[in-house]
């Protein structure tokens, strides 16, 4: 079956600019993650979603950074003003429950702040 | 793709032994662990869980410890295979759903 889904897959975007990365959670997960994730290090956690609700924004870095899932389902997250420490893999994961279950993660996007 | 784990800690091991992975994890309030194995280009892939109230949990030729004394994860790899080459992340939940993940080990299965 169709796993999770993230586009683009790799961008590349001069400093100042704003970016949208998109998610498509497995269908039926109502939790979602976003990730950043360093050359060399383990997921960095950003959000987390519950159905359309953000229950955590603890982890985005700042005010530039902000996610949506308006539906419950796709999930964006926005970079805006980026900078060149925006470089990054970002991955999104979703789970079927809201609990401790088994995240599946994306392919994540490759951002590239020039 | 994209490689993984640059510059991490590396556990070298012969086709067919055991492997064992450590991880110290920070929070004493964590109540669920999991283990997650990273291949080069790809997202990471879920090994294997425990909870809090346990200290062991076997799956299929992979074996997790808990040791809450000492804030302690292991995971055990039998009979390691070239396909186990990849890197290993352990990562804690405290509340629920927001993970930290440890910062990884890399394995390479020698033939």
């Known amino acids: 079956g169709a796993g999770v889904s993230q586009s683009p897959r790799y961008k590349v975007t001069k400093r100042g600019q704003d970016v949208a990365l998109r998610c498509d959670p497995i269908?039926?997960?109502?939790?979602l993650y976003w990730y950043r994730q360093a050359l060399g290090q383990g997921p960095e956690f950003l959000t987390y979603?519950?159905?359309?609700?953000?229950?955590?924004k603890s982890g985005l870095p700042n005010d530039r950074f902000s996610a949506e899932r308006p539906e419950g389902s796709i999930s964006t997250l926005t970079i805006q003003r980026t900078e060149q420490r925006d470089s990054a893999m970002y991955r999104c994961?979703?789970?079927?429950?809201?609990?401790?279950?088994?995240?599946?993660f994306g392919p994540g996007t490759r951002l590239t702040v020039t | 793709g994209e490689s993984v784990g640059l510059h991490l800690p590396t556990l070298s091991v012969q086709e067919g032994d055991n492997s064992i992975i450590n991880c110290a994890y920070s929070?004493?309030?964590?109540?669920?662990f999991i283990w997650y194995k990273q291949e080069s280009g790809k997202g990471p892939q879920f090994i294997i869980d425990?909870?809090?109230?346990?200290d062991k949990r076997q799956g299929q030729r992979v074996t997790v410890l808990l040791n809450k004394t000492v804030k302690h994860l292991s995971l055990q790899i039998a009979a390691t295979q070239p396909g186990d080459s990849a890197v290993y992340f352990c990562?804690?939940?405290?509340?629920?759903?927001?993970?930290?993940f440890g910062a990884g080990t890399r394995l390479f299965v020698k033939a």
């Open positions: 994961a979703s789970s079927f429950g809201t609990q401790a279950y088994e995240q599946y």
């Open positions: 269908s039926g997960h109502v939790s």
């Open positions: 979603f519950n159905y359309e609700a953000q229950q955590d």
């Open positions: 929070n004493s309030a964590s109540d669920y």
């Open positions: 425990i909870r809090s109230n346990m």
């Open positions: 990562a804690e939940m405290a509340g629920g759903f927001k993970t930290i």
